[in-house]
């Protein structure tokens, strides 16, 4: 098993940042990929962004390239995603998820953290 625990939302002003991060314990060896994902109100959830747990190989939705980055700390545990220039549209619960291999779909979840951005 894998626990993971988000923290970092909040209300934010448009054009801030925020940066949230993601502690994974438990079975982290068994960890392939992290993903940050969103659910805004009235939307279905998508995925905002991933890495590789190994190799840090990273990926983002064309929606966020270019202002959301990812990084782990693998001694940490800690995968984070720093927002920038952040936009009311981005108010969201943001969740992290991992999987265990590449070909599955992803099969732990943290709670989730909300972000709320203000005009």
């Known amino acids: 098993q894998v626990h993971l625990v988000e923290s970092g939302g909040g209300l934010v002003q448009a054009g801030g940042s925020l940066r949230l991060s993601c502690a994974a314990s438990g079975r982290t060896s068994s960890i392939y990929a992290m993903g940050w994902f969103r659910q805004a109100p009235g939307k279905e959830r998508e995925l905002v962004s991933a890495?590789?747990?190994?190799?840090?190989?990273?990926s983002y939705a064309d929606s966020v390239k270019g202002r959301f980055t990812i990084s782990r700390d693998n001694a940490k545990n800690t995968v984070y995603l720093e927002i920038n220039s952040l936009k009311p549209e981005d108010t969201a619960a943001f969740y992290c998820?991992?999987?265990?291999?590449?070909?599955?779909?992803?099969?732990?979840w943290g709670q989730g953290t909300q972000v709320t951005v203000s005009s």
């Open positions: 998820a991992a999987k265990t291999e590449l070909a599955v779909p992803y099969n732990y």
């Open positions: 890495i590789t747990w190994s190799g840090g190989r990273t």
